[in-house]
């Protein structure tokens, strides 16, 4: 098993900036955020490889979230020029397979308890 633990999230105004946190028990291959705002569906915000570091967005974040990470098994998203949309619970989330759709939910075996993250 791996243990996902997020920090980061808060409430911030339209325009800002926050960064997410993702800490890991062990290594993953991939790592990836997801958000789920309330009536919503969880959507794939973002997925990084560890190795290749081969990264992929959601059309909706492109150019303004960036996801990375360093040696120690954390994976980060910076949120820039965020906007009320944005307000979701955000879910990092690890175990997808090679090959696997990175932005659907159901391809990811781990999960994280969540941040929230409020913009207004």
């Known amino acids: 098993d791996v243990q996902l633990v997020e920090s980061g999230g808060g409430s911030v105004q339209a325009g800002g900036s926050l960064r997410l946190s993702c800490s890991a028990s062990r290594y993953t291959a991939s790592r990836a955020w997801f958000r789920q705002a309330p009536g919503k569906e969880r959507e794939g915000v973002a997925r990084i490889y560890r190795a290749s570091g081969r990264i992929d967005y959601a059309a909706s974040v492109l150019g303004r979230y960036t996801i990375s990470q360093d040696a120690e098994n954390m994976v980060f998203l910076q949120m820039n020029s965020l906007e009320p949309e944005d307000s979701a619970m955000y879910y990092c989330?690890?175990?997808?397979?090679?090959?696997?759709?990175?932005?659907?939910?159901?391809?990811?075996?781990?999960w994280g308890q969540g941040t929230q993250v409020t913009v207004s």
């Open positions: 989330a690890a175990g997808a397979p090679d090959g696997a759709t990175w932005y659907d939910r159901n391809e990811w075996k781990y």
